[in-house]
């Protein structure tokens, strides 16, 4: 794999009055990697993946994300990054084509290349019949789907997504995680969040966090042997059982 790193954090941290909702996160992620975000409710993802994004300033610590920094770069930042959140920010009084130009537009590409990834998307995923729909009428498997193909519409260096599949079936997740691997097999690097422990086994390398700490990082064959257990599964409630902090 590829060792140059994209996501470089240093004790990265933020606070909401007396709360640290992120506390001294320091992790590397390398170019072209499937990096797996882990922990319960409330354990500080959301909060951590929004400073990442350029979406929140931090209250202390560094962090460049391809290469940029995250207090005084976050322009340069949110060219080079795809985002999708758990809400998946898709106009659902839109049609799927209307939502494509929209967010071309967003990305800054001409028309003409507009008008060729649309064509790329919708026929890569079979959404022929459903170009001319309203995104509201799509079932919630499609939405996210378009939702991720829209947000490396601009050939980002880096997508975060936020629990890309909650609410959807084991066959429709693994759709999505094949598009996934389309997408990082392309060079973008994937910085993803999930509380489905079979799609923790699918990420190259995990991070575990646990009240707002990152308490474990590395692959899940190395995890399972650090904590001597067979699934990721057990992994996961090894390290969150000790949580104090309870999700929202
Ligand atoms: N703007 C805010 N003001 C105060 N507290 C906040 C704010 N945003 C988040 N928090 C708190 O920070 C903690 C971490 O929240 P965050 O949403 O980052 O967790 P999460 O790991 O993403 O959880 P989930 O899996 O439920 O999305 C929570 O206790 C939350 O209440």
């Known amino acids: 794999m590829n060792r140059e790193v994209v996501i470089r954090t240093d004790k990265l941290t933020k606070q909401f009055g007396d709360f640290i909702a992120a506390d001294q996160l320091s992790i590397e992620v390398y170019a072209g990697e499937i990096f797996g975000f882990l922990g319960a409710n409330g354990a500080g993802k959301t909060t951590a993946m929004r400073m990442l994004c350029g979406l929140s300033v931090p209250s202390s610590g560094t962090a460049t994300i391809a290469g940029y920094d995250v ?3 976050t322009e340069q930042i949110k060219k080079h990054i ?4 758990q809400k998946f920010s898709l106009y659902e009084d839109l049609t799927v084509r209307e939502n494509i130009r929209f967010f071309g537009g967003i990305y800054g590409l001409s028309d003409k290349q507009i008008k060729e990834k649309s064509a790329l998307l ?20 499609w939405k996210q ?3 991720f193909s829209i947000a490396i519409l601009h050939d980002p ?23 996934i691997y389309n997408a990082a097999d392309r060079g973008i690097t994937i910085f993803v969040t999930t509380h489905y422990m079979d799609e923790a086994e699918y990420c190259n390398r995990i991070s575990m966090m646990v009240d707002g700490q990152v308490k474990a990082l590395d692959t899940p064959a190395n995890l399972k042997k650090q904590f001597n257990v067979a699934t990721m599964d057990e992994v996961f409630f090894h390290l969150a059982r000790s949580a104090k902090r ?3």
């Open 122 to 141: 919708i026929n890569t995923l079979g959404m022929e019949q459903m170009a001319a729909k309203l995104v509201a009428d799509l079932p919630l498997g």
């Open 246 to 248: 309870k999700g929202d």
């Open 82 to 85: 795809g985002y999708m959140s």
């Open 145 to 147: 789907k378009l939702a």
């Open 71 to 73: 207090y005084s770069q």
């Open 157 to 179: 260096d880096i997508v975060f997504l936020d629990e890309p599949t909650g609410g959807v079936d084991p066959i429709t997740r693994r759709q999505f995680w094949d598009l």
